[in-house]
């Protein structure tokens, strides 16, 4: 059902089958309001768009669009022959507060009208709600996933059913609702996160589709519902989310909004147009703003932004440089910052599911110390065998005799030491030797744990000026206090400062 084709970080390319066909993950389906069509599904198809979903309940309560779907299928109405999701109404429960129908009804009828995936009825439990109403809640949703599986196990045919994964922002109530449902469903959508998005709690949000990702088996397609801004999509895909649905392209463009990976912006206060798409080629922001048909223009820009957001995503993930890409869209608002930080915050278990890294490392900020990279390194240096005494320097050459060691390291940032014989192997060779504290200091770190996991091994340490910063100072003096360390010299030669002097 879900082919995995490429990996980096937690996000990969993978082919989902359905019943009408295969796609691409990850993919972003757009929403479609039968009641009220911005962009034509042909016009959608057009622009790349593989996949749609759309409201089986607003459908359902329309009886003449109810009767007219049942005569054509969902397919005939919406006039697209590729996959179409189909949602059961829970977004109007979570805006207001009930919907008039049964699960199994709306299930039974999704069924009917031929959706390729199929959503029971969950409740969508708000942001911050106890804890006791969140569990009582997610046992609901979780009975209406198991009345929905059996439904579609005994329709005939083969159905996708998308088991949503709740527990407001409670993350260990979200990691037990992914176990539980994780032999249920054939789609994991996580649920209730839009407000978090619209109050850009986005390290909230990462934190939940992390431990939601933890529940559920590493090879389950993971779909964020109502995720679709072209700014927060890489990271997502980082974090292991492969499909998407958004009516924002659409609602945003209804009140004049212009959407980038940097952000959204209103169209009156813009005089160009930073995009190549075709409608930004054709318009300046006065045109657009007055043409009669600036909603529609604008909804089609909107999903352009997306849809070629995710393009570039797929081609970061093929190319290895996903995280590089993660860490350039995380530095446009600042609460992606923190996203991205929270995230990071979950290195370990990232770096237990991440591939080895292809490309080059580019370190780029403070946030790079804990990426999956360095925490693979710092912990495979543990297991390297030293001998009874080792070097360590900083810099580009060493004073120390090397004839008198086992082992000779040499001090980077910010992975740490690392044998020299390994100077041309991933991913030490891809680093420079500056960089700024943070960076030395997880060197330094790294350094003091393969002092303590090797204590019949006797350390000498050569470290540069540049080492000897006020913030570092603390953990060098920590070095001195271990009985295995023998010294550690400053070693003033190696900075560019005494270099240029001598010159």
């Not at 080629?281 to 997306?306: G, I, W």
Request: glycine share 6%; proline share 7%.
């Amino acid at each position: 059902m879900f082919e995995i084709k490429e990996k980096d970080m937690l996000g990969r390319i993978g082919v989902l089958s359905t019943p009408h066909g295969k796609v691409e993950t990850p993919l972003l389906m757009p929403v479609i309001n039968p009641n009220r069509l911005i962009l034509s599904p042909q016009k959608i198809e057009s622009m790349g768009a593989k996949m749609l979903i759309t409201n089986a309940y607003i459908i359902y309560r329309s009886p003449e669009l109810r009767g007219r779907t049942r005569d054509v299928a969902i397919h005939g109405l919406l006039g697209f022959d590729g996959p179409i999701m189909t949602d059961s109404g829970s977004y109007q429960l979570s805006v207001y507060g009930d919907v008039h129908i049964e699960n199994n009804e709306i299930v039974n009828f999704q069924l009917e009208i031929g959706s390729d995936v199929v959503v029971p009825v969950d409740i969508p439990t708000p942001p911050n709600a106890s804890r006791e109403r969140t569990a009582r809640e997610m046992h609901i949703t979780e009975e209406n996933i198991k009345e929905a599986r059996r439904l579609v196990d005994g329709c005939g045919r083969d159905v996708l059913l998308a088991a949503p994964v709740q527990g407001s922002t409670h993350p260990h109530l979200r990691y037990e609702a992914a176990v539980a449902l994780s032999h249920l469903g054939d789609v994991f959508p996580i649920g209730a996160v839009v407000p978090l998005m619209e109050r850009y709690e986005f390290d909230a949000l990462a934190n939940l589709i992390v431990h939601s990702k933890m529940g559920l088996a590493p090879c389950a397609p993971v779909h964020l519902f109502g995720a679709g801004h072209p700014m927060m999509l890489a990271l997502a895909v980082a974090l292991g989310c492969d499909m998407f649905d958004s009516a924002a392209y659409a609602l945003y463009a209804a009140e004049g909004k212009y959407m980038s990976v940097h952000g959204t912006r209103r169209l009156s206060s813009m005089r160009e147009l930073p995009c190549s798409c075709p409608v930004c080629t054709a318009y300046t922001p006065q045109e657009l703003a007055n043409d009669e048909r600036s909603e529609e223009l604008l909804a089609e820009h909107n999903l352009y932004a997306a849809l070629t957001e995710l393009k570039l995503i797929r081609e970061s993930i093929r190319e290895g440089r996903l995280a590089e890409l993660v860490q350039q869209r995380c530095r446009a608002p600042p609460a992606m910052l923190d996203a991205y930080r929270a995230a990071l915050s979950h290195s370990s278990y990232i770096e237990e599911v991440a591939p080895q890294p292809r490309a080059p490392f580019f370190y780029s900020g403070p946030e790079c110390v804990s990426r999956p990279e360095v925490i693979r390194h710092k912990r495979r240096l543990l297991h390297i065998e030293l001998g009874e005494r080792c070097l360590v320097y900083t810099g580009r050459h060493r004073r120390a005799n090397s004839s008198h060691y086992d082992t000779v390291c040499r001090l980077v940032s910010p992975f740490g030491p690392y044998p020299v014989e390994l100077g041309e192997t991933f991913p030490v060779n891809t680093v420079s030797i500056e960089g700024d504290v943070e960076a030395k200091l997880s060197a330094l770190e790294a350094l003091q744990a393969l002092i303590e996991a090797n204590p019949k091994c006797n350390f000498d340490i050569e470290l540069d000026g540049r080492w000897y910063g006020p913030p570092l100072l603390p953990i060098i003096d920590r070095l001195k206090g271990f009985n295995n360390v023998a010294s550690i010299s400053k070693v003033e030669g190696n900075s560019w400062r005494s270099r240029v002097e001598r010159v």
